[in-house]
């Protein structure tokens, strides 16, 4: 009884096997199909497209080693659609720390919303000693760039020595220190100074900051309306006279506030030239594309 047992069991064991690995063969054959299919969407920049394909694969193996890759790569074609708040959710929302590579691209999506504090600490927390050599100067013009948007330059030149240790690259450090040192020399004007000026003398503080035909606007509205006020009062026209004060004073404060707001416009406009120029020369950009290659899709 037991012996018969035995020989059914190896029967089907040898009548099933052929139809295991055809079916096995023919899943590797699906799935080497569809990476060719999501290679294609991708070319054609249909990242939402690319997205749905993927989860598709992702269903030919569900327990594959690969899912890791896959996920990584939805995020990219999130973020290449300009979903930052779906990446955002999508990385956070995970177990665990997300590795280097996904802490950099949550990093670049919280500074295209415009959170540079957060994009600053998502990009801090990616080490130096976790990237292979290659890798950790992009790490650092990553840090530089969310250090840069936050306007925190002294930060930035203490997290470049900090680097130097790490970082092979020693020229393109060394070039980068300079660049950023140069924040000292940048021409800013001082608010204070300018809402003064145009304390004593209106418009002089729009003058100042660069603002020559505003400068000019502002002193003409306020001369004319104090010389109406005066020559109404002089006319014995009272009533209409204080109007005109009235008038000149609210013009007056304006452009006080003017003065203000034209310094702060002034040094926005230089930080923002600072940063462009540091870019340019030192911070290569982003390419999220460029992540994936390496990734199960295009193996």
């Given at each position: 009884?037991?012996?018969?047992?035995?020989?059914?069991?190896?029967?089907?064991?040898?009548?099933?096997?052929?139809?295991?690995?055809?079916?096995?063969?023919?899943?590797?054959?699906?799935?080497?199909?569809?990476?060719?299919?999501?290679?294609?969407?991708?070319?054609?920049?249909?990242?939402?497209?690319?997205?749905?394909?993927?989860?598709?694969?992702?269903?030919?193996?569900?327990?594959?080693?690969?899912?890791?890759?896959?996920?990584?790569?939805?995020?990219?074609?999130?973020?290449?659609?300009?979903?930052?708040?779906?990446?955002?959710?999508?990385?956070?929302?995970?177990?665990?720390?997300?590795?280097?590579?996904?802490?950099?691209?949550?990093?670049?999506?919280?500074?295209?919303?415009?959170?540079?504090?957060?994009?600053?600490?998502?990009?801090?927390?990616?080490?130096?000693?976790?990237?292979?050599?290659?890798?950790?100067?992009?790490?650092?013009?990553?840090?530089?760039?969310?250090?840069?948007?936050?306007?925190?330059?002294?930060?930035?030149?203490?997290?470049?020595?900090?680097?130097?240790?790490?970082?092979?690259?020693?020229?393109?450090?060394?070039?980068?220190?300079?660049?950023?040192?140069?924040f000292r020399h940048v021409p800013?004007?001082?608010?204070?100074?300018?809402?003064?000026?145009?304390?004593?003398?209106?418009?002089?503080?729009?003058?100042?900051?660069?603002?020559?035909?505003?400068?000019?606007?502002?002193?003409?509205?306020?001369?004319?309306?104090?010389?109406?006020?005066?020559?109404?009062?002089?006319?014995?026209?009272?009533?209409?006279?204080?109007?005109?004060m009235a008038f000149t004073s609210?013009?007056?404060?304006?452009?006080?506030?003017?003065?203000?707001?034209?310094?702060?416009?002034?040094?926005?406009?230089?930080?923002?030239?600072?940063?462009?120029?540091?870019?340019?020369?030192?911070?290569?950009?982003?390419?999220?594309?460029?992540?994936?290659?390496?990734?199960?899709?295009?193996?």
């Amino acid at each position: 009884m037991r012996a018969g047992l035995t020989w059914c069991v190896l029967a089907f064991f040898l009548f099933a096997a052929p139809f295991s690995s055809l079916a096995s063969a023919e899943t590797g054959g699906l799935a080497v199909r569809q990476k060719r299919f999501i290679r294609d969407l991708f070319s054609q920049k249909r990242y939402f497209d690319v997205i749905s394909e993927t989860r598709r694969l992702m269903a030919l193996d569900p327990a594959g080693d690969d899912r890791k890759d896959y996920s990584f790569f939805i995020d990219v074609n999130y973020f290449l659609g300009r979903q930052y708040r779906t990446v955002v959710t999508n990385i956070t929302s995970r177990p665990g720390p997300p590795d280097c590579r996904t802490g950099i691209l949550l990093s670049q999506s919280y500074l295209m919303l415009g959170m540079n504090g957060r994009s600053l600490e998502a990009a801090l927390r990616v080490r130096y000693d976790a990237v292979e050599g290659p890798g950790r100067y992009p790490l650092l013009a990553r840090r530089a760039e969310a250090y840069l948007e936050c306007g925190r330059y002294r930060e930035l030149l203490d997290e470049i020595r900090a680097a130097g240790r790490y970082v092979p690259d020693r020229a393109r450090v060394a070039l980068l220190r300079e660049e950023v040192e140069r924040f000292r020399h940048v021409p800013l004007k001082s608010v204070p100074l300018a809402v003064a000026l145009s304390v004593f003398f209106p418009g002089a503080g729009q003058m100042y900051a660069g603002k020559w035909v505003h400068g000019v606007v502002s002193f003409i509205g306020v001369a004319s309306l104090a010389g109406g006020a005066c020559l109404l009062h002089r006319q014995g026209n009272r009533h209409l006279s204080y109007a005109f004060m009235a008038f000149t004073s609210v013009f007056y404060l304006g452009t006080i506030y003017g003065a203000y707001n034209a310094a702060q416009t002034t040094n926005e406009d230089l930080h923002r030239t600072f940063r462009d120029g540091i870019k340019k020369k030192c911070i290569p950009a982003y390419d999220p594309a460029g992540e994936v290659r390496d990734t199960g899709v295009f193996r």
